[in-house]
């Protein structure tokens, strides 16, 4: 049934895959032959995707779902993560989406809605990048799952490793960074470039 109708966690809650995958799910939406899941759960890098057999790349798509989260009415929460990863064409390969009507027995019929991520890995190592603290405010008095979502092709497939994943309400070093991002001359710091 959609988030409306089941029990959610309440926040702070947090997950850091150190032990397992918790109470997160994944889909895989395009699974290659040979390959029982594309996301999987390492005891050394958290929730790790990937879709390759020896130096083959194979196209896949697949999701890494929260439990349904209750973010509160009338304050600001905000949604981090660590993540490392190589091999990608582009930061399009990995994303982050959230939706408010999620079912679990059809994750790709909920309405996902893509979140930007502030920070990404340059791929040049396995470096470990904070995400940034990301704007949940627009949700809050509703129901969320918050998914991790992986694409392959044969000509690019990316490793990507998740941990320390946390929705909390904002501090008030993040709000105020939230509301500067919010103008448009603001200078991001992204993988060691200034963008305006």
């Known amino acids: 049934p959609p988030?409306?109708?089941?029990?959610?966690?309440?926040?702070?809650?947090?997950?850091?895959f150190s032990s397992s995958q918790g109470d997160f799910t994944v889909y895989n939406a395009v699974l290659p032959s040979g390959f029982t899941?594309?996301?999987?759960?390492?005891?050394?890098?958290?929730?790790?995707a990937k879709c390759i057999k020896g130096s083959t790349k194979y196209a896949s798509k697949a999701y890494l779902i929260s439990p349904c989260v209750e973010l509160p009415e009338n304050s600001k929460c905000v949604l981090t993560?660590?993540?490392a990863a190589k091999f990608f064409q582009d930061t399009k390969q990995m994303l982050l989406l959230i939706s408010t009507n999620y079912d679990e027995?059809?994750?790709?019929?909920?309405?996902?809605?893509?979140?930007?991520?502030?920070?990404?890995?340059?791929?040049?190592?396995?470096?470990?990048?904070?995400s940034g603290a990301i704007d949940l405010s627009k949700y809050s008095g509703q129901n969320v799952n918050i998914a991790f979502f992986y694409t392959?092709?044969?000509?690019?497939?990316?490793?990507?490793?998740?941990?320390?994943?946390?929705?909390?309400?904002?501090?008030?070093?993040?709000?105020?960074?939230i509301d500067e991002k919010k103008?448009?001359?603001?200078?991001?710091?992204?993988?060691?470039?200034?963008l305006i």
């Not at 027995?105 to 904070?130: C, H, K, R, V």
């Not at 044969?154 to 909390?168: L, R, V």
């Open 152 to 177: 392959s092709t044969s000509s690019y497939a990316p490793q990507w490793e998740i941990k320390n994943f946390a929705i909390k309400k904002a501090t008030t070093t993040e709000l105020e960074n």
């Open 105 to 130: 027995t059809n994750p790709e019929s909920a309405n996902w809605n893509q979140l930007t991520i502030p920070t990404y890995p340059t791929g040049d190592n396995w470096n470990w990048f904070e």
């Open 81 to 83: 993560f660590s993540h």
């Open 37 to 48: 899941s594309i996301w999987n759960w390492d005891s050394r890098y958290g929730m790790v």
């Open 3 to 16: 988030t409306s109708e089941r029990e959610c966690q309440s926040i702070p809650y947090t997950e850091t």
């Open 183 to 194: 103008s448009p001359s603001t200078k991001i710091l992204r993988n060691g470039q200034l």
